[in-house]
């Protein structure tokens, strides 16, 4: 939440591309990372005997409270950071079109994925009846 600077409030009009929020998606990622490694910290300790924690200065269920703690924390500061990002790109694009349609429409700015390709039909061969091998009447067995 410290690296993200969210758009102002906006009511629904023209584009302001030159408002001054965060565009990047970098430090909501950053702390998506620092989520899932706490949630690993806290995934490793459960894992653990307690006896592992008699010259710790901190218990086993304290150390997992803590990691659980802090993955909340980085968890809201991505979500935060991700929506803040995602609001300050509308801002700046300002809103479609009137002939905009949702999930059909390109929009200018935003990348699509790559389309799922589509398969296709292959004529399946229809095997033909054979009367006899062929050679068969040339060819002997030894």
Avoid: K
């Amino acid at each position: 939440m410290a690296f993200v600077t969210p758009p102002p409030a906006q009511a629904p009009g023209l584009a302001r591309p030159h408002v001054d929020c965060t565009t990047s998606y970098l430090w909501p990622i950053v702390d998506s990372v620092v989520t899932a490694y706490q949630l690993a910290g806290v995934a490793y300790v459960a894992t653990l005997d307690d006896s592992r924690f008699r010259r710790y200065p901190i218990s086993r269920g304290a150390d997992m409270a803590l990691g659980a703690g802090f993955a909340a924390a980085f968890a809201g500061s991505a979500i935060y950071g991700y929506v803040s990002a995602s609001r300050c790109r509308r801002i700046r694009s300002g809103p479609p079109g009137a002939d905009y349609v949702p999930g059909i429409s390109r929009v200018e700015g935003v990348e699509e994925p790559n389309p799922v390709p589509v398969p296709v039909s292959v004529p399946v061969p229809v095997p033909v009846p054979v009367t006899e091998a062929p050679f068969s009447r040339h060819h002997s067995q030894f």
